[in-house]
């Protein structure tokens, strides 16, 4: 622990504080007012108003703290007054200063703290206006300003118990060498009022003005001769002062007592500003009031900059409010603590205040199950995975079942909200009802896999009579006929590849497409999809060529599927590209895979279209590829069965000059 240094002007600001005849009197309100509007302003659970003599550091106005002094020796506001500015300590328990600080280790358990220092008339640093938490906190530029203000606010009561100090010892002394002293420190006090940038105005006790400073002056561009003699509210006060305020102030100075407000006024000019007036009664030694003294700062930028602040919250908050998505915010302990309409229809939850008064939330009557109805324990559910470490949850679905047996499907994201200033780590979810959308995809796919499994057998028997007529087996047909059959045989065969292509689509959706994988050398499942699929790229007028030496790469796959894959990449390349061009089929390692690429020289695919090129159904010219032939499946079978093998698969284009379509395999033995 570091004990704070003593100032270069100890003696002498140890004669100032003394002269304040401030140390160990009663609470007074005025200090303890601007402690509570420290406490409320910076959202800490201890405000205080600190002096610090010579062994000790004593407070005028406590705020959430029991003790009324501490040793001088463990003070953070000792190290405080040695500092012009705002002294700021983010986090205690990491400065080598006060890590090992009874106030850190122990109670109040200091961990944050900033102390803005209280000066005399005189300059001496003499004590703090400080706030400390017990988290660690930063304090911006702008707060700093804020903590600035106030302890100026707090300087202005200390110099005004010293001038009522002074105005008591005039009236008591009978040595007329000290009267002279104490009318000599008087007139000082009053000309530091004088040189203050803020407002100073001093009313008789009827609350005429007596006198007014140039900083009064500078702010309303009144004069003392112009204001001398008036009140100041009829003269300052206009059409958006609030009544109310008015009111309150009137009432206050009638009953003879100061008041703190902040309300609108307007300058000579006429133009409106924002004013913070702080007013104590001036009272003769006899505690009789003979005045007023009013500091007056002018806050409008920091008034306009909260009514800012206001319309963007409420901005936000109508936003969210009305977002179509359902969100929620759960604090760090897992209590909800934010939930839009969305969210409160779709969960059943109502809102309600807590004794505390802040808002909650009524508890759910649901629980909670997978998609197949069985219980998910609270370690898999988002915010426990969140809580984890995990950075985002996407798309989590499960079930809430209520107690009748309703329940919805819901697909849920959510993300980690940083520790603020403001508040904890807070967790947000988006939550959508996918209840109807998965229904809806049920009855797609059944109906899918009905008509298919319906169309498939009288296909079969189409295909084959009309494979048997091509051929000439039940005699020669005319020329015309065999034309007829010929297109009635090819249709036949697209509506084949059709019927399994949905089939396979729906048993990959489903889960229900077992793969029967092997480890197997990749070369020769390359060359049999070439000799297989070269038959259909010469109707095109194309070549398949393979372009790869056998490095003795080993690959986990199903053959078949895997020969799938490689029928819809080459049949796509072949119907592409133009006569006479080359499909080019290379497989290359790459950092622990195997790429295979097929390239081709056609037209490439539309940028457009790149996001939906593995999408079912998706096609990027539909007439174009209506004249071509294709279900607009393959792709999207092919992404899933590449993928359940292990795999990834994407491509290359450039819009007239080909596409170069890869699926990438992990090797399962080291290349020979």
């Known amino acids: 622990m570091q004990k704070p240094p003593l100032p270069d002007n100890e003696t002498q600001r140890l004669q100032a504080l003394q002269q304040l005849a401030v140390l160990d009197t009663e609470a007074e309100e005025r200090f303890d007012r601007l402690t509570r509007l420290a406490r409320r302003l910076f959202d800490v659970p201890i405000a205080l108003i600190t002096l610090v003599d010579a062994d000790r550091q004593w407070f005028k106005s406590r705020q959430g703290l029991d003790a009324c002094e501490t040793g001088r020796d463990i003070s953070f506001c000792g190290h405080a007054i040695l500092q012009p500015d705002v002294f700021v300590v983010p986090d205690a328990s ?24 209280l000066r005399t008339a005189s300059g001496y640093r003499i004590g703090t206006l400080c706030v400390i938490d017990r988290r660690p906190r930063v304090l911006d530029q702008e707060a700093q300003h804020a903590l600035r203000d106030l302890a100026d606010c707090v300087e202005r009561e200390l110099n005004t118990l010293l001038e009522e100090y002074l105005r008591r010892a005039l009236d008591s002394s009978e040595d007329p060498q000290q009267k002279l002293t104490v009318q000599q420190l008087l007139a000082r006090l009053l000309q530091v009022l004088s040189q203050t940038t803020n407002g100073v105005v001093i009313t008789d006790r009827d609350g005429y003005v007596a006198w007014v400073n140039d900083g009064f002056t500078r702010i309303t561009g009144y004069s003392l001769a112009e204001l001398q003699g008036r009140k100041p509210g009829a003269v300052l006060q206009g059409p958006d002062t609030d009544p109310n305020t008015v009111k309150q102030i009137s009432l206050a100075l009638a009953g003879g ?59 936000l908050e109508n936003i969210f409010q009305s977002n179509i998505t359902a969100i929620t915010v759960l604090s760090d302990d897992g209590r909800l603590i934010k939930v839009n309409r969305g969210a409160a229809a779709i969960l ?203 490095h003795g790469y080993q690959v986990a796959v199903d053959a078949n599927r895997l020969q799938q894959v490689l029928a819809n990449l080459l049949s796509n390349a072949a119907k592409f590209s133009p006569k006479g061009a080359e499909v080019l089929i290379t497989a290359h390692r790459k950092d622990g895979v195997v790429r295979v690429s097929v390239q081709d020289h056609g037209p490439g695919i539309p940028a457009a279209f790149h996001d939906r090129i593995f999408q079912r159904f998706a096609q990027a010219d539909a007439s174009n590829t209506r004249q071509k032939g294709g279900t607009g499946l393959g792709l999207a079978i092919s992404r899933e069965l590449v993928e359940q093998m292990g795999g990834s698969i994407g491509f290359d284009s450039i819009e007239s000059k080909g596409t170069t379509f890869w699926f990438e395999l992990p090797l399962s033995a080291s290349p020979t």
Not at 94 to 117: C, E, Q, S
Not at 272 to 299: H, K, M
Not at 367 to 380: N, V
């Open 257 to 315: 007592a100061g008041f703190d407000a902040d309300l609108i006024n307007y300058t000579k000019e006429g133009t409106p500003y924002w004013i913070r007036i702080q007013c104590n009664p001036l009272l003769d030694s006899s505690g009789t009031i003979e005045g007023f003294l009013a500091i007056e700062s002018d806050v409008t930028e920091e008034v306009t900059l909260k009514q800012q602040l206001r319309q963007q919250k409420n901005f």
């Open 94 to 117: 990491k400065d080598d200063r006060f890590a090992d600080n009874p106030l850190v280790t122990g109670a109040p358990h200091i961990r944050f703290y900033a102390g803005a220092p």
């Open 348 to 550: 059943g939850l109502e809102e309600q205040q807590l004794e505390d008064g802040s808002i909650g939330y009524s508890d759910p009557i649901w629980h909670i199950t997978d998609l197949q109805g069985l219980p998910i324990s609270p370690e898999q559910l988002p915010f426990s995975q969140l809580k984890a470490g995990k950075e985002s949850v996407i798309d989590y679905r499960h079930n809430i079942v209520w107690p009748n047996g309703n329940f919805r499907t819901l697909s849920i994201n959510g993300a980690v909200v940083p520790n603020t200033e403001e508040s904890g780590t807070q967790y947000v979810f988006s939550i959508r009802d996918i209840t109807e959308q998965l229904r809806v995809e049920q009855l797609k796919s059944d109906f899918v896999a009905t008509v298919s499994h319906e169309l498939r057998t009288p296909l079969t028997s189409i295909h084959g009579v009309l494979a048997i007529l091509s051929a000439g087996k039940l005699g020669q047909l005319s020329e015309k006929a065999e034309r007829m059959i010929g297109i009635a045989y090819e249709n036949s065969e697209r509506l084949g590849v059709l019927i399994n292509d949905l089939l396979d689509m729906e048993k990959l959706a489903a889960g229900k497409m077992s793969l029967d994988i092997q480890q197997q050398p990749l070369l020769p499942l390359l060359a049999l999809a070439v000799r297989d699929n070269q038959g259909y790229a010469v109707r095109y007028g194309v070549r398949l060529v393979l372009d790869a030496a056998d």
